[in-house]
């Protein structure tokens, strides 16, 4: 009997650990995208660049 829920148990933390894992490369892209807006509003603020578009593909 202890044996079995110890079974369910671990699989339950394998289960969350995934889901942590997913969770955490979320936040990181989302962290990394945040970051890029805020580099890019400075940049532009002092005038290293200016606003452009982005294409999803390059131009031939």
């Known amino acids: 009997m202890a044996d079995r829920r110890d079974a369910i148990l671990l699989e339950e933390m394998e289960a969350m650990r ?9 936040c990181d892209t989302l962290a990394l995208k945040r970051h890029l807006e805020l580099l890019k ?20």
Do not use: F, I, Q, S
């Not at 995934?18 to 979320?26: D, G």
């Not at 509003?41 to 606003?51: A, E, I, S």
């Open 18 to 26: 995934r889901e942590n894992e997913v969770l955490a490369e979320k």
């Open 41 to 60: 509003r400075d940049n532009m603020r002092t005038g290293l660049c200016t606003p452009v578009h982005e294409r999803e593909t390059p131009v031939p």
